[in-house]
């Protein structure tokens, strides 16, 4: 998950930001499966789904952020070969900053 720049984020109804899902030692894309993201506006105490589009081999991760805070976002993803992993960025942005 690549954050938004500094003071780049938007409070409020829908903002979005690129995800990539690649596989490491390797420049062939995986074969995702499944690919989840929720993110948390109290350090991980709480957590809601986020939307989550693909278009070709890139990701777009949509949230709703509340009016000011930090976001932490956290990404699952599964490949065709059964492989996953859970990713978690606490506090990768400042919202209204």
Do not use: K
Not at 20 to 37: D, H, I, L, N
Not at 68 to 94: C, F, I, K, M
């Amino acid at each position: 998950m690549d954050p938004p720049d500094r003071g780049d984020c938007r409070t409020g109804a829908g903002y979005s930001f690129p995800s990539f899902v690649e596989r490491q030692g390797s420049s062939a894309a995986p074969a995702v499966t499944a690919y989840t993201v929720d993110v948390s506006y109290d350090d991980g105490r709480s957590r809601q789904p986020a939307g989550v589009s693909r278009s070709g081999g890139h990701w777009t991760v949509t949230v709703r952020n509340p009016a000011s805070g930090y976001a932490s976002p956290r990404a699952t993803v599964t490949d065709a070969d059964g492989n996953s992993v859970r990713q978690t960025v606490l506090r990768a942005y400042e919202i209204g900053g």
